[in-house]
């Protein structure tokens, strides 16, 4: 029972060493190796930049927004409440009156 085992594991490799060649050793290899680690890891710094510009302007308008939101603001429309709004304007009667429509 254990040398089938053995021999369907030795099958996988065999088939594994056909499926997937061997590239050949060069003096280039470690160069060529290094350089595509190089690619690959200014693509990420690049993004890795590009989102950190992102998350630093948006963090500056979200506080530009908030001082801005939070200055004080010398309107007396502001500093009514909804009551007193409604009480200062009393020219509400042409709101609240039926539309007229006349078919000619």
């Known amino acids: 029972m254990r040398g ?3 021999r369907k594991l030795d099958a996988l490799f065999e088939a594994y ?3 997937c060649h061997t590239p050949e050793a060069s003096p280039n290899f470690m160069p060529n190796l290094w350089e595509k680690i190089g690619v690959q890891q200014r693509v990420t710094f ?4 590009m989102a950190a510009a992102f998350v630093t ?3 500056a308008l979200s506080i530009a927004l908030g001082v801005y939101l939070s200055a004080p603001a ?3 429309y502001f500093t009514q409440s909804y ?8 020219d509400l009667g042409d709101l ?3 539309v ?5």
């Open 4 to 6: 089938s085992d053995d």
């Open 17 to 19: 060493r056909e499926a």
């Open 46 to 49: 690049s993004f890795s930049r």
């Open 57 to 59: 302007a948006a963090l």
């Open 74 to 76: 010398n309107s007396a």
């Open 83 to 90: 009551v007193e709004a409604l009480d200062a304007d009393h």
């Open 96 to 98: 609240f009156e039926p």
């Open 100 to 104: 007229r429509y006349e078919v000619r």
